[in-house]
């Protein structure tokens, strides 16, 4: 298309040349040492016309070759593009199995995207092959190097879905060191440590939760609740009255006031006999909150005025 353009505009400025110097040609003369040529200033202009064409059909010629490559490279990464696409959409069907099939020929023709490792693995590990699911994502790191943390998040998401808990912390432990800034690599860690009821683990994130606002609110309450009173069970259980008032001590300010935790911390300690900090601890928390849990527990005091 351009090369007509060229033409086209070629054509246009001869025959512009030509009306112009049809009253008068004019007269052009070249001259070197003993040679001199001799023409008119309209086969001159001609002339430098046609070299230019000449000129530019041999640079377009000297290009053809890259242009084909860049052509079949466009058309090569199209039609990737395209399998790509169908590949996916068998795995959002939930045909793990022509799935895979599409996405292991992307990636055995080299044409294959970190979401086609990923895509590949996803599937296996939906047609029970933990190995292949790992073999994906292990030469997925091979071939992108750069990839890890994104490798290493789908890798631990398809841990904790087929409920493999002590990999995927360990997958996710890992991450940490490798990205410790990724929200998305501490909120998976915190829910793999909640499914596995790892109290200590939830309480030393908890902090990180609270600075990166990963967890906010009342979401961030409620955990901090449940991994304080599990932990002041445990240690109620172990007759550990030292770590239970340890324990107390680190309970953020927001959670030491909920009336629950207030109650299990008290139970626990009359549970180990030390009545009068449970009674301190029960008229605070009365004169704060009346709550039933607390009045019940005021009423077993073995000491105090109820």
Known sequence: MKWLIYTLLVLLASVAVALFALPDPGYVLIGYG?????????????FLLGLYAVVR?????????????????RRRVLKARSRLDRAFVRLLEGDWQEAERRLARLIADGEAPLVAWLGAARAAQQLGSD???????????????GADVAIGLEQAGLQLAAGQLPPAAATLDALR??????????????????????????????????????????????????VYGNLLRRAVEARD??????????????????????????????????????????????????????????????????
């Open 177 to 226: 060191q490798l990205a410790p800034r990724r929200p998305r690599v501490l909120e998976l860690r915190t829910e793999v440590a909640r499914q596995m009821r790892d109290w200590s683990k939830l309480r030393e994130l908890l902090p990180e939760l609270r600075r990166r606002k990963v967890l906010e609110g009342e979401a961030l309450q409620e955990l901090t609740v449940q």
């Open 241 to 306: 009255l030292p770590a239970l008032k340890e324990l107390w001590a680190d309970v953020p300010a927001a959670a030491a006031r909920d009336a629950a935790l207030l109650a299990v911390y008290a139970g626990g300690l009359l549970q180990l006999a030390a009545d009068e900090d449970a009674e301190a601890v029960i008229r605070k928390g009365l004169a704060r909150d009346w709550d039933r849990r607390l009045v019940y527990l005021y009423g077993n005091l073995r000491r105090g005025d109820a």
């Open 131 to 145: 190995a292949r699911r790992d073999q994906y994502l292990q030469q997925a790191r091979r071939h992108l190097p």
């Open 57 to 73: 059909l041999l640079a377009g010629l000297w290009h053809v070759p890259a242009r084909l490559r860049g052509w079949e490279q």
């Open 34 to 46: 003993n040679y001199s040529v001799e023409t008119s200033l309209v086969l001159f202009v001609a």
